[in-house]
C-alpha cells in the first residue's frame, strides 16, 4: 500500500493523481499520461491502480492479477509513479466505489482521477458517473482517434461548464462541483490490444 509523500508533519495536502487500468499489460502509453499529468498538474505521485477488473470488459483474455500488477510496477519508478493493488485490497471494482473509500483512508490526500480519452467518451456507461465527476476532478489525456470523439461526447457536453484549465484544476476547492480538464500533450500510440494481438494473444 503506498504511504503519502513528503516529511512527517508536512501540513500540504499530497496531490494524487490515480491511473485506473486493467494493465493488461502495461506500456508506454501510460508512463507517457503519468508524466504529463504529473507535471502539467503539479502532482506529487501518480498511483497505479490496477483494476481487479473492469466491470465493462470481458473476463476472457484478462491476465491474472498478479501479472497485471507486475506489468504496471515494471513502468513505474517506484517513487513518482507507483503500481498499488489498492482497488483489489479495498474489494471495489467501481470507480465511484474506490474514490469514496480512497477519500476516507487517506483524508491528507486530493486525489485526481486520469484517464485517456476514450474513457472520457465511455465515461456515462460507469455506475454513477455524475455523482463520480461532481466529487472528483478528472484530467483527461489525449488519445489517437479518441480525442475529438470525446470532447464531443455525452460525458464532456453534460460537464462543460465545469471544464478548466489544467493549471486551474486543484487551484482551488470547488464546492459545488468538480472541474476536469483536457491535458495538452502528444497523443501517444500505445495499447494493450495492440501489444496483445502482435503477441498472437486474444486482441
Ligand atoms: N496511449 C494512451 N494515451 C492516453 N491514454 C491511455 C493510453 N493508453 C492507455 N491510456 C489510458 O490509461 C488507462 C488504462 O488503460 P488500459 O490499461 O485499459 O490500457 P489500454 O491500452 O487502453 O488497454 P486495452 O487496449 O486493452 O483497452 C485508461 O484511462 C486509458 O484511456
Ligand atoms: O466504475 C465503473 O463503472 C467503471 C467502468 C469501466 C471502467 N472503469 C474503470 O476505468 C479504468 C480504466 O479501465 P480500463 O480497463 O479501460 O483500463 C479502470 O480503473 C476501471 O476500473 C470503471
Redesign the pocket.
Known sequence: MPGLPGPAGDRRRARIGLL???FNPAHAGHRHVAERALRALRLDQVWL?V?PG????PRAGMAPFAERLASARAIGDGVRVLATELEARLHS????DTLAKLVRRFPRARFVLLMGAD?LHQLPR??RWRRLARGTPIAVLPRPGETRKALNGQAAHALARWRRRPAALLAQPAPDHAPWCLVPAREHPASATAIRAARGGLG
Open positions: 485506473g487500468g486493467s491502480l483494476s473492469n466491470p465493462l470488459k471494482r467501481f470507480t465511484v474513457n460507469w455506475r
